[in-house]
């Protein structure tokens, strides 16, 4: 069973229409929510943590907020240059987690047209 | 800035060859990772390892080994290409913090076909 769940898989806005990518978790104990940009045949890119139900991060068009159950990347007048997919991932309370590994979500692909 | 490098951008290799991929990192992070990435099951971990000489598995170790003798080096081997194996492979490392921060740092990727 998935723990961390993106929606939607795709989406696709015209420059400057704003909208919302959502991810949810169901792990236990979390310790940190990350976000990620991937440009097409490239390694993911960091983007955000956030650390507690609440808490929001901001980077130009980009902000970030944190609830107890899940995390939402508002995206404010894209533009073409934003398209990529967008990655979640969570630290959980487990063992694996405790030593350093996350678990993504599969991503939201958003695609922005002039 | 993190950097994480990996050996090759493109790789053809055939069924039954054996075959290393190896990941640098130069910011003296102790946890490495390796990901096979493929379109609609998203990223998944192979292995991960937390200090030299350790590792541990991760959610797809079959058919996959890997080697950590130095800190900022990590190989992931094949030890007999199959086609199935064809897929975007993706290290990754991050620093080791009592608490709370594990961002991982990504390499640029290789692509792997096995024929």
């Known amino acids: 069973e998935d723990q961390v769940t993106q929606s939607p898989e795709a989406l696709r806005l015209q420059e400057g229409e704003s909208s919302s990518l959502n991810c949810s978790y169901t792990?236990?104990?979390?310790?940190?929510l990350f976000w990620y940009r991937q440009d097409p045949g490239k390694g993911p890119e960091f983007l955000f943590t956030?650390?507690?139900a609440g808490e929001e991060k901001e980077k130009e068009r980009l902000k970030a907020t944190l609830t107890k159950k899940e995390s939402f990347l508002h995206i404010t007048a894209p533009k073409p240059e934003d398209s990529a997919t967008y990655l979640c991932?969570?630290?959980?309370?487990?063992?694996?987690?405790?030593?350093?590994?996350?678990?993504f979500g599969r991503g939201t692909q958003l695609t922005v047209w002039p | 800035d993190v950097k994480v490098t990996q050996s090759s951008r493109y790789l053809v290799k055939r069924t039954g060859e054996k075959v290393f991929l190896e990941c640098v990192q130069d910011?003296?992070?102790?946890?490495m990772f390796w990901y096979r990435q493929d379109p609609g099951l998203g990223l998944r971990l192979i292995y991960f390892?937390?200090?030299?000489?350790?590792?541990e598995k991760g959610d797809i170790p079959e058919g996959y080994s890997v080697s950590r003798e130095k800190k900022e080096r990590f190989s992931l081997i094949l030890e007999s290409a199959s086609t199935n194996q064809t897929s975007m492979y993706l290290c990754?490392?991050?620093?080791?913090?009592?608490?709370?921060?594990?961002?991982?740092?990504f390499g640029p990727g290789t692509r792997l076909t096995v024929t």
């Open positions: 990754a490392s991050s620093l080791r913090r009592d608490y709370p921060t594990y961002e991982q740092y």
């Open positions: 792990v236990s104990g979390l310790r940190g």
């Open positions: 956030l650390y507690s």
């Open positions: 991932a969570v630290q959980a309370g487990d063992r694996g987690s405790t030593l350093g590994r996350l678990y």
């Open positions: 910011m003296d992070h102790e946890n």
């Open positions: 390892s937390y200090d030299v000489k350790m590792k």
